[in-house]
C-alpha cells in the first residue's frame, strides 16, 4: 500500500485494510474512550486499526462531530499540512456503519504502528528534554495555523469545553454507558464544592455554560489547536519528530488552551514548574515568529480557567491540595476578564 493515501475517505474498511496478511484485536490500550484497536500487518509493516463507533465511544458523542473529528479533519487535508517536526501516524481513513445501531455509524483509522516510540504509561515524570520538545514543537503546530480560519473548526470550542463537563456525565448515564470517566466526571463537580469552594463559585457554572468563557477567548488570536496534548498521546521517533496521536477533539481556539490542557492533564509526570514550561512554550512561539506581548496575558489567564472548567471534576476527586490551589488561584484571577469584554 502507499505510505499515505489521499486525503479522501474511502468507502468502507475492506478497502482501507486490503492486503492484510495478519489482524488481530489489541488489548492492554492505554485510551479510555471506547475505540477498539487492531494490529495489522501489510506488506510487511505493521499497522493499528482504530475503530471509532458512535454507539461506543463516549469522546465522539462528547464532541459533537458525529462522523469522527479525525475523518472530518482528513478530509479537510488539516493533518496534511502540519508541520515537519511531527510524526501524524494515520494513512488511510474510511467510514464504518455500526452494525444498524446508529445512523452516523464512525469511522476507522488505519495509522502506522508508532507504539515503539510512545512515552510510557507510568507515573514517572519524562525527562526534561523531551518535556521541551513537545512545547517547542506544540508552539510550531500553533505557529503553522496562526489566524487559520473555518475550515479549521472541526470540533467547535463549546464542544470542548463541555466535553468533561457535568452534562457529559448526565447523558451518558441516561443512556447506559458504562465508561469510568463520564462516571468519575459526575463524581468530581460536586465534590468541587466542598473541596475547593473558591474555585467552585467560578467555574462549576461554566462547566454548566461556557459561553461567557468561550466569547471572551474569541476575542484573542486563534489557530488550530490538537485538543488532547496528553502524554498517552505522544512520543518521540528517532529522528526526534513528535508523535501525536488522537485527533478526535481538533479545531479552531486559543493556542493556549492547548498548553492549559498539557499542563492540566500531565502535572505529576511534568519534569518542570507550570511557570517556567509556560515560559518555555512562550519562548518557543516568539522563535516561530509569533509576537505574543499584545494578547498573553490576557488568554493565558482565560485558557488558565478554561482547564480548570475542564479538569475540576479530576482536581477535586484528589482533594485540595498544592495542585487544586494553584489552579484555584488561576481561576480566581481570571473571573474578572470575563465581564470585562
Same mark, same amino acid.
Given at each position: 500500500m502507499p505510505d499515505t493515501l489521499p486525503p479522501q475517505v474511502l468507502a468502507d474498511v475492506a478497502e482501507l485494510v486490503a492486503g492484510a496478511t495478519e489482524r488481530a484485536e489489541l488489548a492492554g490500550a492505554a485510551g479510555k474512550s471506547g475505540a477498539r484497536l487492531e494490529r495489522l500487518v501489510i506488506d510487511g509493516q505493521?499497522?493499528?486499526?482504530?475503530?471509532?463507533?458512535?454507539?461506543?465511544?463516549?469522546?465522539?458523542?462528547?464532541?459533537?462531530?458525529? *462522523?469522527?473529528?479525525?475523518?472530518?479533519?482528513?478530509?479537510?487535508?488539516?493533518?496534511?499540512?502540519?508541520?515537519?517536526?511531527?510524526?501524524?501516524?494515520?494513512?488511510?481513513?474510511?467510514r464504518e456503519e455500526a452494525g444498524g445501531r446508529a445512523p452516523a455509524g464512525g469511522c476507522a483509522l488505519l495509522m502506522h504502528d508508532v507504539s515503539r516510540w510512545l512515552v510510557p504509561v507510568s507515573d514517572d515524570p519524562i525527562t526534561?528534554?523531551?518535556?521541551?520538545?513537545?512545547? *517547542?514543537?506544540?508552539?510550531?503546530? #500553533?505557529?503553522?495555523?496562526?489566524?487559520?480560519?473555518?475550515?479549521?473548526?472541526?470540533?467547535?470550542?463549546? #464542544?470542548?469545553y463541555l466535553e468533561l463537563s457535568p452534562w457529559l456525565a448526565a447523558a451518558e448515564a441516561a443512556v447506559g454507558s458504562a465508561h469510568l470517566v463520564p462516571r468519575l466526571v459526575g463524581e468530581g463537580w460536586p465534590r468541587l464544592a466542598a473541596v475547593a469552594p473558591a474555585a467552585a463559585a467560578v467555574v462549576t457554572p461554566l462547566a454548566q455554560d461556557p459561553g461567557p468563557l468561550v466569547a471572551?477567548?474569541?476575542?484573542?488570536?486563534?489557530?488550530?489547536? #490538537?485538543?488532547?496534548?496528553?502524554?498517552?498521546?505522544?512520543?518521540?521517533?528517532?529522528?526526534?519528530?513528535?508523535?501525536?496521536?488522537?485527533?478526535?477533539?481538533?479545531?479552531?481556539g486559543a493556542p493556549l488552551s492547548d498548553l492549559a490542557w498539557y499542563l492540566a492533564i500531565n502535572c505529576r509526570r511534568l519534569p518542570q514548574g507550570k511557570d517556567d514550561a509556560i515560559a518555555s512554550y512562550r519562548a518557543a512561539l516568539e522563535e516561530q515568529g509569533i509576537r505574543t506581548e499584545p494578547w498573553w496575558d490576557r488568554q493565558l489567564a482565560l485558557c488558565l480557567l478554561g482547564a480548570l472548567v475542564q479538569f475540576g471534576w479530576e482536581k477535586a476527586l484528589g482533594g485540595y491540595d498544592e495542585e487544586l490551589a494553584w489552579w484555584e488561584a488561576r481561576a480566581v484571577e481570571a473571573a474578572p476578564l470575563l465581564k470585562s469584554g
Open positions: 505493521s499497522y493499528v486499526l482504530k475503530h471509532l463507533d458512535l454507539a461506543e465511544d463516549w469522546t465522539m458523542r462528547a464532541s459533537g462531530c458525529l *462522523r469522527g473529528a479525525p475523518l472530518e479533519a482528513w478530509e479537510r487535508g488539516l493533518l496534511e499540512r502540519l508541520p515537519a517536526c511531527f510524526n501524524q501516524p494515520i494513512v488511510g481513513v474510511a526534561l528534554d523531551q518535556h521541551e520538545r513537545f512545547l *517547542r514543537h506544540m508552539a510550531a503546530l #500553533h505557529a503553522a495555523f496562526w489566524a487559520c480560519g473555518d475550515d479549521c473548526d472541526v470540533v467547535p470550542v463549546m #464542544h470542548r471572551a477567548l474569541a476575542a484573542t488570536p486563534q489557530t488550530f489547536v #490538537h485538543g488532547n496534548w496528553k502524554l498517552d498521546n505522544l512520543g518521540t521517533d528517532d529522528s526526534g519528530r513528535t508523535v501525536l496521536l488522537d485527533w478526535e477533539q481538533p479545531g479552531r
